[in-house]
C-alpha cells in the first residue's frame, strides 16, 4: 500500500494491499479498493462504495455522494465499480436511491473522461467510452462497447445499447440502438465577420471593410470556396488580415464552417 | 464549529457554532457561515460571502470565487446565499461585480445540481432547481419555482419567469416566461450501423452488412418499428447481433430514437 501522508482515509476503510493513494484524497468508512487500484490525489470517495483492480482514478473526482434525487431519505445505497476503468479529472458518481436495486453500478475497462456524470441507479456495462461532459440521468443503462459522445445528456431511464455511438452533444429521452450511429445534427452558421471583437482588438476600421467584403465573397456569393478563394485574390485586398484569413482556408485539413 | 484538522478555517470567519466543515476545505476571512450548514471535504468558500443556515455545500464547490468577467477590477463584491440550499459538486458561484450590483444572489430551498454556474451579479429567488450543468451568465435572474434543465445556458441580463420549466440543452438568449414549459427542439437522426467500432471489435463484415440492413429497414424504411420489426424477422438474418438489436427494441420502455 501506498499511502501519501495527506490522504486521510478511514481506519474501517477496506483498502487491498497494492492500492495506492495520492495526497488529500478523502476515503470513507465504508469503502473498498481492490489490488492495483490508483488514486492520484484530491479525491473523495464516500458511502457504501465498492471498486474493484486496477482502476486509475485521477484528480477532483467525487464517488459514492448522496444521489441528486430529492426523494432520497439517507438510505444507505451502494456504488460498485469493476475492475481496469479509468476515471479522469471531475468525474462525478452518484450513489443509488431505494428505487430498483439499490446500486449504482459500472463494470469492467471503461473510459469516462473528464466532467461525466452518473446519477444514481445507473448500471454501465463494460468497455465503454463516455467523453467529456456526457451527462447521465437516474436509472440509464449503458450496454457493453457502447460510446457516449461529449457533452451528451441522457433522460432518466433510457437506454443506449451494446455498440451504439451517440454524436456529441446530443440530448436524449429515448433508448438509442444498438449498433447504430446515432446523434443530434449540430447545424453551424456563419454570421459575417466578428466585427465587435476585431474593433475591441483595435483592428482599423479598413481592415474590418475588406475582411466583411472577403466574407461576403465566401459565405452570400455563389460561389464555392474555391471560387471565392480566387475571386478574393481577385479584388487585390490590401489588409495582410485578408491573407491570414485565405491562408487558413488553404490549409484547411477538415474543411472550414460555412 | 467541527472542522477537521486540515480545514482551512480563516480565524476571522464568522462560522456559527454547529457548522461542519470537511477535509482540505477552506473559508476564507470575509466569510459568514449560518447555523447547521454543511460543508463538505475540498469545498472552497471566498470573498465577501454570507451563506446561512442548514445548506449543503458538496466537495469541490467553489463559493464566492472573482467572476469571470474581464471588466472587474477586483472591487469590494458580495455572494449572498440564503437557507436551506443544497450546492453539489463542482458548482460555482461567482461574487458580483461594481458595474452589476456588486451582488450575486441566492435565495433559500434551492438544488443546485453538479457542474452548475451561477455568474456575477445574478440573482435567483428560492425553491429553485438547477440539474446537471445549467450555466447561468452574469446578471441572469431565476424567479421561484423556476427549473432550469441540465446543460442549458442563459445569456447574460436575461430572466426566468416564475414555475417556469426550460427544457435540457436550450440555449436561451431572451426572457423565459413564467408558468411556461420552454425548450430548444432536440432532434436526433439514426445514421446506419456504428461501422467503426463494430469494425474494430471484430464484428464480421457479414454481421455489419446485416445489422446495416437491419437499422436501414428500422430508420430509412417507411414501415413503423412494428412492421421493421415483422420484416427484419421475414429476412431471417444470420447475425446473432441482428437478434440482440431486436430483443433490445421488444424491450424498450421508453420506446428507441429513430
Excluded at chain 1, 492520484?40 to 465498492?50: D, P, Y
Excluded at chain 1, 444514481?120 to 457502447?146: F, P, R, V, W, Y
Excluded at chain 2, 467500432?197 to 446485416?210: A, F, N, P, V
Amino acid at each position: 500500500m501506498n499511502i501519501h501522508p495527506t490522504a486521510i482515509i478511514h481506519p474501517r476503510a477496506q483498502l487491498a494491499g497494492s492500492v495506492t493513494v495520492g495526497p488529500y484524497t478523502v476515503i470513507g468508512e465504508h469503502v473498498e479498493l481492490g489490488e492495483g487500484t490508483e488514486v492520484i490525489s484530491h479525491t473523495v470517495i464516500e458511502g457504501h462504495t465498492r471498486i474493484g483492480k486496477n482502476n486509475r482514478i485521477f484528480p477532483y473526482v467525487s464517488i459514492g455522494f448522496a444521489p441528486q434525487d430529492l426523494k432520497y431519505q439517507g438510505e444507505d445505497t451502494r456504488v460498485e465499480i469493476g475492475d481496469g476503468n479509468t476515471l479522469r479529472e471531475f468525474v462525478s458518481i452518484h450513489r443509488a436511491n431505494t428505487l430498483g436495486k439499490g446500486v449504482t453500478r459500472i463494470g469492467n475497462y471503461n473510459l469516462l473522461m473528464a466532467y461525466v456524470h452518473i446519477a444514481h441507479n445507473c448500471t454501465l456495462g463494460d468497455h465503454i467510452i463516455m467523453a467529456n461532459g456526457a451527462s447521465l440521468a437516474g436509472h440509464i443503462e449503458i450496454q457493453d462497447h457502447a460510446t457516449v459522445g461529449a457533452f451528451c445528456g441522457i433522460h432518466q431511464f433510457c437506454r443506449v445499447g451494446a455498440y451504439g455511438f451517440l454524436g456529441a452533444f446530443s440530448g436524449v429521452n429515448q433508448d438509442i440502438l444498438p449498433y447504430s450511429k446515432t446523434t443530434a445534427p449540430r447545424p453551424l452558421g456563419v454570421y459575417g465577420t466578428n466585427k465587435i471583437g476585431l474593433e475591441r482588438r483595435g483592428l482599423p476600421a479598413e481592415d474590418i471593410k475588406e475582411l466583411e467584403a472577403a466574407f461576403r465573397l465566401l459565405l452570400r456569393s455563389k460561389l464555392n470556396t474555391t471560387q471565392a478563394l480566387e475571386a478574393i485574390e481577385a479584388r487585390g485586398f490590401q489588409s495582410p488580415h485578408v491573407k491570414v484569413l485565405v491562408e487558413f482556408i488553404k490549409t484547411s485539413e477538415r474543411g472550414v464552417a460555412k | 464549529m467541527e472542522a477537521h484538522p486540515t480545514a482551512i478555517v480563516h480565524p476571522r470567519a464568522q462560522v456559527a457554532i454547529n457548522v461542519t466543515v470537511g477535509a482540505y476545505s477552506r473559508i476564507d476571512e470575509h466569510v459568514e457561515i449560518g447555523e447547521g450548514t454543511v460543508v463538505m471535504p475540498h469545498a472552497v468558500v471566498e470573498g465577501h460571502t454570507r451563506i446561512g443556515k442548514n445548506n449543503q455545500i458538496f466537495p469541490f464547490a467553489s463559493v464566492g470565487g472573482i467572476p469571470h468577467d474581464m471588466k472587474f477590477r477586483g472591487e469590494l463584491a458580495y455572494t449572498e446565499i440564503g437557507d436551506d440550499n443544497v450546492i453539489r459538486e463542482f458548482v460555482t458561484i461567482h461574487r458580483g461585480t461594481a458595474l452589476g450590483k456588486s451582488v450575486t444572489r441566492i435565495g433559500n430551498h434551492n438544488m443546485l445540481m453538479a457542474y452548475v454556474h451561477i455568474a456575477h451579479d445574478c440573482n435567483l429567488g428560492n425553491h429553485i432547481i438547477m440539474a446537471n450543468a445549467a450555466t447561468l451568465a452574469g446578471h441572469v435572474e431565476i424567479q421561484d419555482y423556476a427549473f432550469v434543465g441540465p446543460l442549458c445556458a442563459i445569456h447574460q441580463f436575461c430572466r426566468m419567469g416564475a414555475y417556469s420549466f426550460l427544457g435540457g440543452y436550450t440555449v436561451a438568449t431572451r426572457d423565459v416566461l413564467p408558468y411556461s414549459k420552454t425548450s430548444a427542439p432536440r432532434p436526433l437522426g439514426v445514421y446506419g450501423a456504428n461501422r467503426s467500432d463494430l469494425e474494430r471489435q471484430g464484428l464480421s463484415k457479414e454481421d455489419i452488412k446485416d445489422l446495416d440492413a437491419a437499422l436501414r429497414l428500422l430508420t430509412r424504411s417507411k414501415l413503423n418499428t412494428t412492421q421493421a420489426l415483422e420484416a427484419i424477422e421475414a429476412r431471417e438474418f444470420k447475425s446473432p447481433h441482428v437478434r440482440k438489436l431486436v430483443e433490445f427494441i421488444s424491450t424498450s420502455q421508453r420506446g428507441v430514437a429513430r
